[in-house]
């Protein structure tokens, strides 16, 4: 095995590679938006650390995820240090997520391939945001989300390992374990065995790593956060999570398990390609075989999740294929640019149809798909949503809210985040956080029976639904003889009491 030179690349472009890396991820996402999306959690779970009064009903419900992370006091740790509002911050940190995942696919591109154009391929391939078929993830979200960040620091750990720092690559892993569990135990495993397989000095050390894990996962299990998860979930709970398809592989179609199920050969075909050409590096066997490790992973894990074991299902060991989808992009584009020969001009074409491909989809989705989007809404929309929601922030904290369901997916914002405010029920993200918790799950499933059909909402019901769970405001736009404290535009607020 040949192992090529680690070439001298020139430090100038890269802050130019990493502007557009930031910006054509951001197209291709439709547009950074706060608040969007599984923000709906991650925000008020923030806005609880900063200020604990501000959600007295609906704390329970918010711990239910946050007790599980440490990424909330972290952010709300470094919003109290630095005095900056949190729509700011998390644009700053959305960035800062961007240019770490840069970071992470350059080093690893300019390690893994002969030619910097290649290098410049992998990037641009890895802004073409996509769905990882039937899992509930994406390659690239329009907003700040701790898995992406987590994923940021995973790849970094991978292009450490590949440099031989395997201190600095479980360092890096430890890190993503903190901002978001699961998505670093895909890359811990993944390094784990990687290093494993290539470093037989290492299998002692991380032999007993994995004992000290095993230990501590016990304790999980028993006394800690994750006790009682390894019993099965009921009927009533499992109804609950109806929508929630990618969960269940078993309950798959035929095409979602062709698409993942081609990772495996297609990385095992260009490993070979690679070996027999002489260019594979020290670490790449390991990595294949880390890879392919996830996937036994998920084929063991396939009876429990049958059985409807708490903990596997909220593991979502689906998510292992963001893992494969990784290593086959970078395979793929080794292909593409370079493959046995490595000639300059074929890397050099095949960057360039790739960031076009890129910089035309971004257009497309931007200019066609969503023409009124802005590239980056930073805070809260001015629009008529969003100044009721400036409105709501205004009232005092213990103020309880109604409005339909499915208004974040409506305005782009969920209540408790654009109002700061205590909302009755929030069908998309609840039922979510519902996975978690059955508690929250069956609160959930009652509350949005209550407001079933609630575009026929009339005065008499809403005012029942304010007597029962002690309500103070429905927002909405229906026109309701009910006394109105606040309009913009379409959207009304209405006083209940």
């Given at each position: 095995?040949?192992?090529?030179?680690?070439?001298?690349?020139?430090?100038?472009?890269?802050?130019?590679?990493?502007?557009?890396?930031?910006?054509?991820?951001?197209?291709?996402?439709?547009?950074?938006?706060?608040?969007?999306?599984?923000?709906?959690?991650?925000?008020?779970?923030?806005?609880?650390?900063?200020?604990?009064?501000?959600?007295?009903?609906?704390?329970?419900?918010?711990?239910?995820?946050?007790?599980?992370?440490?990424?909330?006091?972290?952010?709300?740790?470094?919003?109290?240090?630095?005095?900056?509002?949190?729509?700011?911050?998390?644009?700053?940190?959305?960035?800062?997520?961007?240019?770490?995942?840069?970071?992470?696919?350059?080093?690893?591109?300019?390690?893994?391939?002969?030619?910097?154009?290649?290098?410049?391929?992998?990037?641009?391939?890895?802004?073409?945001?996509?769905?990882?078929?039937?899992?509930?993830?994406?390659?690239?979200?329009?907003?700040?989300?701790?898995?992406?960040?987590?994923?940021?620091?995973?790849?970094?750990?991978?292009?450490?390992?590949?440099?031989?720092?395997?201190?600095?690559?479980?360092?890096?892993?430890?890190?993503?374990?903190?901002?978001?569990?699961?998505?670093?135990?895909?890359?811990?495993?993944?390094?784990?065995?990687?290093?494993?397989?290539?470093?037989?000095?290492?299998?002692?050390?991380?032999?007993?790593?994995?004992?000290?894990?095993?230990?501590?996962?016990?304790?999980?299990?028993?006394?800690?956060?994750?006790?009682?998860?390894l019993a099965p979930m009921d009927p009533q709970w499992l109804a609950t999570l109806v929508t929630k398809d990618y969960l269940f592989p078993l309950d798959?179609?035929?095409?979602?398990?062709?698409?993942?199920?081609?990772?495996?050969?297609?990385?095992?075909?260009?490993?070979r390609r690679r070996r027999d050409a002489g260019v594979t590096t020290p670490v790449e066997r390991g990595l294949v075989a880390g890879c392919l490790m996830?996937?036994?992973?998920?084929?063991?894990?396939?009876?429990?999740?049958?059985?409807?074991?708490?903990?596997?299902?909220?593991?979502?060991?689906?998510?292992?294929?963001?893992?494969?989808?990784?290593?086959?992009?970078?395979?793929?584009?080794?292909?593409?640019?370079?493959?046995?020969?490595?000639?300059?001009?074929?890397?050099?074409?095949?960057?360039?149809?790739?960031?076009?491909?890129?910089?035309?989809?971004?257009?497309?989705?931007?200019?066609?798909?969503?023409?009124?989007?802005?590239?980056?809404?930073?805070?809260?929309?001015?629009?008529?949503?969003?100044?009721?929601?400036?409105?709501?922030?205004?009232?005092?904290?213990?103020?309880?809210?109604?409005?339909?369901?499915?208004?974040?997916?409506?305005?782009?914002?969920?209540?408790?985040?654009?109002?700061?405010?205590?909302?009755?029920?929030?069908?998309?993200?609840?039922?979510?956080?519902?996975?978690?918790?059955?508690?929250?799950?069956?609160?959930?499933?009652?509350?949005?029976?209550?407001?079933?059909?609630?575009?026929?909402?009339?005065?008499?019901?809403?005012?029942?639904?304010?007597?029962?769970?002690?309500?103070?405001?429905?927002?909405?736009?229906?026109?309701?003889?009910?006394?109105?404290?606040?309009?913009?535009?379409?959207?009304?607020?209405?006083?209940?009491?």
């Amino acid at each position: 095995m040949v192992t090529p030179p680690a070439p001298r690349f020139p430090v100038w472009p890269v802050p130019i590679l990493f502007a557009a890396f930031v910006f054509l991820c951001t197209l291709n996402s439709a547009g950074y938006r706060y608040g969007a999306s599984d923000l709906a959690f991650y925000v008020p779970a923030v806005l609880d650390q900063i200020d604990p009064a501000l959600f007295p009903r609906d704390g329970p419900l918010i711990a239910g995820q946050a007790r599980l992370t440490t990424i909330d006091e972290a952010i709300a740790i470094i919003a109290w240090v630095t005095g900056q509002p949190l729509p700011a911050l998390l644009g700053v940190l959305y960035v800062a997520t961007l240019g770490l995942q840069a970071t992470g696919i350059w080093l690893i591109g300019t390690r893994l391939y002969r030619m910097r154009w290649t290098a410049i391929a992998l990037m641009a391939a890895m802004t073409l945001r996509h769905a990882i078929t039937r899992t509930g993830t994406n390659t690239l979200e329009g907003y700040f989300h701790p898995r992406q960040l987590a994923f940021g620091f995973g790849a970094l750990a991978i292009a450490m390992l590949m440099r031989g720092r395997p201190a600095a690559t479980a360092a890096l892993v430890l890190v993503a374990g903190v901002i978001h569990p699961t998505t670093a135990l895909w890359f811990a495993i993944w390094a784990a065995v990687a290093m494993a397989v290539t470093e037989p000095r290492l299998r002692g050390p991380l032999t007993a790593a994995a004992g000290l894990g095993a230990v501590a996962a016990a304790w999980l299990l028993r006394a800690g956060p994750l006790a009682g998860r390894l019993a099965p979930m009921d009927p009533q709970w499992l109804a609950t999570l109806v929508t929630k398809d990618y969960l269940f592989p078993l309950d798959w179609p035929l095409h979602a398990w062709l698409i993942n199920l081609a990772y495996a050969p297609l990385i095992v075909f260009v490993y070979r390609r690679r070996r027999d050409a002489g260019v594979t590096t020290p670490v790449e066997r390991g990595l294949v075989a880390g890879c392919l490790m996830l996937l036994l992973i998920f084929a063991v894990a396939l009876p429990l999740n049958a059985a409807r074991i708490a903990l596997v299902v909220q593991l979502q060991i689906p998510r292992t294929f963001w893992m494969l989808d990784f290593l086959a992009t970078l395979y793929a584009v080794w292909g593409l640019a370079e493959g046995a020969r490595g000639a300059a001009r074929r890397a050099q074409i095949t960057a360039a149809i790739i960031v076009l491909a890129s910089a035309t989809r971004g257009g497309y989705v931007m200019l066609i798909r969503f023409p009124d989007r802005p590239v980056a809404q930073v805070g809260i929309a001015d629009n008529d949503w969003g100044r009721a929601m400036a409105w709501a922030r205004a009232t005092a904290t213990d103020t309880a809210w109604v409005a339909d369901p499915m208004h974040a997916v409506r305005y782009g914002t969920s209540l408790r985040v654009a109002g700061e405010r205590d909302v009755f029920v929030e069908a998309v993200k609840d039922a979510a956080i519902g996975m978690y918790e059955r508690d929250v799950a069956m609160r959930t499933r009652d509350r949005l029976a209550e407001l079933d059909r609630f575009d026929t909402m009339t005065p008499e019901r809403a005012r029942s639904l304010a007597a029962r769970h002690g309500l103070d405001y429905l927002v909405t736009e229906l026109t309701l003889d009910l006394p109105r404290a606040f309009s913009s535009g379409a959207v009304q607020i209405y006083r209940l009491r």
